[in-house]
């Protein structure tokens, strides 16, 4: 049996993606990859937060980066290089998403695409994205594995009806478990295939499935993703309503402390 292929995106279409407005946290092994993805589908309009440096050691997946950046803040080689391969433009935000950031930052996106490497970033993402109102994609890379979730604008399911908090211990990421640069690409991948799906490119959902990568057994799945009527952001009794700093949400502020391997 022969597979139909979905259409090529019509000329409406492209003006849409031009014209969107992409907000993308973190510009290193998951965001290089997914932002040159979405350039080359069309998108022209970045807007990016980072407050890296580049080193050498992570060139092996920070594919927009070459030895000359080494030392370079990592923002603004980043916008360079999207601008020359591409011709996007780049509103260069020389931070990472903060409490007293992350809502402003995020009103008027017409899609968010995480690229952090922590979870106090994801869930402050989370949170904001779906108190503004606007869709969202997390995109992460760890070992030989990649996972990719997205989350309508204000809808259900969530981050959190996957995964309720902040781990309590320490959660593994690529600078004490390591990554393989190609997984990296693939998780970056799927976050431009998601971000595309939202601003129109497809009629299939990006809702309610996570889709996940093992790239030992070179095998990619897609398992569906339920609504918790209990979560604590999306359910039918949510406690979180706002970005608050302070206890509970106190933890949030890790995010001034993560590593950097791959925002």
């Not at 030895?67 to 999207?82: H, I, P, Q, S």
């Not at 968010?112 to 869709?135: E, M």
């Not at 700093?245 to 925002?263: A, G, I, Q, Y």
Request: proline letters at 8%; hydrophobic letters at 45%; one cysteine or more.
């Amino acid at each position: 049996m022969v597979s139909t292929l979905p259409p090529l995106p019509r000329p409406p279409l492209v003006a849409r993606i031009a014209e969107a407005r992409i907000v993308l946290v973190g510009a290193g092994g998951i965001g290089a990859p997914a932002a040159l993805a979405l350039s080359h589908a069309g998108a022209k309009h970045f807007v990016v937060l980072d407050d890296d440096h580049v080193e050498a050691s992570n060139l092996h997946r920070q594919i927009l980066f070459s030895d000359e950046d080494v030392g370079r803040a990592k923002l603004y080689a980043f916008a360079e290089a999207l601008g020359v391969g591409g011709g996007a433009k780049v509103e260069a935000v020389p931070s990472r998403a903060l409490p007293e950031n992350v809502l402003e930052v995020l009103r008027g996106a017409d899609v968010v695409v995480d690229a952090t490497d922590n979870f106090a970033s994801r869930f402050l993402l989370a949170d904001a994205a779906h108190i503004v109102g606007v869709p969202i994609v997390h995109a992460a890379a760890v070992r030989w594995n990649a996972t990719v979730v997205a989350s309508a604008a204000g809808g259900k399911p969530c981050y959190r009806c996957l995964f309720e908090d902040l781990p309590t211990g320490d959660a593994p990421d690529c600078a004490t478990a390591g990554v393989l640069g190609p997984i990296c690409g693939v998780a970056g991948a799927l976050a431009a295939e998601l971000a595309l799906r939202i601003l129109g490119a497809s009629t299939l959902s990006p809702y309610g499935f996570i889709y996940t990568f093992d790239g030992r057994r070179d095998l990619l799945r897609t398992v569906p993703l339920k609504p918790r009527s209990d979560c604590a952001l999306c359910g039918s009794a949510p406690s979180i309503r706002a970005i608050d700093p302070s206890p509970p949400h106190s933890r949030w502020t890790d995010t001034r402390t993560h590593n950097k391997c791959l925002n």
